[in-house]
């Protein structure tokens, strides 16, 4: 008993052993708790939050990149089935026989309606198709003889519906004839379908231009 006083007195502290350390460090993490120079280490839980906050931050950009060219690709398919159609229906207006004969403002009518969403105009309607670029997801019509070429026609074949009336060329467009005797026209559809995901845009020269085209006989 005398000798554990004089070591108290002397400042001598006596050894704890590792249990009752143990006990200290749980009984502190407890609590939420704890004195100057007990474990101050991160919870593993929140080390394993950054963990998965980097990760996220780097594999994002690739997903994203993905998500969008998905949406692109979808976009694309799509208008090229659809643009296909409209030309087709189109055609259909153009050599259809009726009380009233058809003419190029019927044919762009019903190109417009199967277009939804995307403007049509039909600067030249009978040409000549050019390799000029629409508009930002805008499309061009021509009504045209198969196999038009990519000049001005003064003194073309049959390229109008019958409902046209004859015209002289004007500047960068084509004349106008109209078609009779069965003979074929030829509807073709220029779209200009812009692109969102970046590196798809950059490759793609940042737009695709999607061409469709279709002969039928008129029906007068």
């Not at 153009?94 to 199967?114: F, G, I, K, M, Y």
């Amino acid at each position: 008993m005398n000798k554990t006083r004089h070591r108290v007195k002397a400042g001598f502290i006596p050894a704890v052993t590792a249990p009752a350390i143990t006990r200290r460090l749980q009984a502190s993490r407890r609590t939420g708790g704890g004195s100057a120079g007990e474990d101050l280490r991160p919870h593993p839980r929140s080390s394993q939050r950054s963990q998965a906050l980097i990760e996220f931050a780097l594999v994002s950009p690739v997903l994203l990149l993905l998500l969008f060219g998905i949406v692109d690709i979808g976009r694309a398919v799509f208008y090229y089935d659809t643009v296909n159609h409209a030309a087709r229906e189109g055609a259909r207006t153009a050599v259809r026989a009726s009380a009233q004969l058809p003419a190029n403002a019927d044919v762009l009518a019903t190109v417009t309606s199967q277009l939804i969403g995307a403007p049509v105009t039909a600067p030249c309607p009978q040409g000549p198709i050019t390799s000029a670029t629409p508009p930002d997801n805008a499309a061009w019509l021509y009504i045209t003889e198969p196999g038009p070429p990519a000049t001005v026609e003064t003194t073309p074949p049959p390229n109008a519906p019958g409902g046209e009336y004859p015209a002289a060329a004007t500047g960068s467009c084509s004349a106008v004839n109209p078609a009779g005797g069965n003979q074929q026209l030829q509807v073709t559809i220029r779209f200009n379908l812009i692109l969102i995901t970046p590196v798809i845009a950059q490759a793609t020269a940042n737009h695709i231009l999607i061409t469709a085209s279709a002969i039928f006989r008129t029906e007068y």
